[in-house]
């Protein structure tokens, strides 16, 4: 199975960028639809986006529409989430995961942390 590892979160202010890194091991990451989530505290854990696993298609949230962009690296076996414009509401707990065979998202990452602030 594949094991998927978050990182370049951080704090930055609003209207600042950051990119977001997935990595994976044990697996390619191309054989897997990859989708981003987030958790803010309080809040349950919500959709952000997603890359399909063939094709190059995403898709996101309304919410980060035209702010975030998704994108993949065959490569290095990394996905990556940009995030542009940054809002203090992005502040959340960002997690990727790998679509399995069951068209479920099966297998997460440990989440990494931004905190946008105003």
């Known amino acids: 199975q594949v094991q998927l590892l978050e990182s370049g979160g951080g704090s930055v202010q609003a209207g600042g960028s950051l990119r977001l890194s997935c990595a994976a091991s044990?697996?390619?990451?191309?054989?897997?639809?990859i989708g981003w989530f987030r958790q803010a505290p309080g809040k349950e854990r919500a959709f952000v986006g997603a890359i399909r696993r063939s094709i190059p298609a995403t898709y996101y949230a309304d919410s980060v529409k035209g702010r975030f962009t998704i994108s993949r690296s065959n490569a290095k076996n990394t996905v990556y989430l940009q995030m542009n414009s940054l809002k203090p509401e992005d502040t959340a707990v960002y997690y990727c995961a790998a679509e399995g065979s069951t068209n479920q998202y099966d297998y997460w990452g440990q989440g990494t942390q931004v905190t946008v602030s105003s």
């Open positions: 044990g697996r390619t990451l191309g054989s897997y639809a």
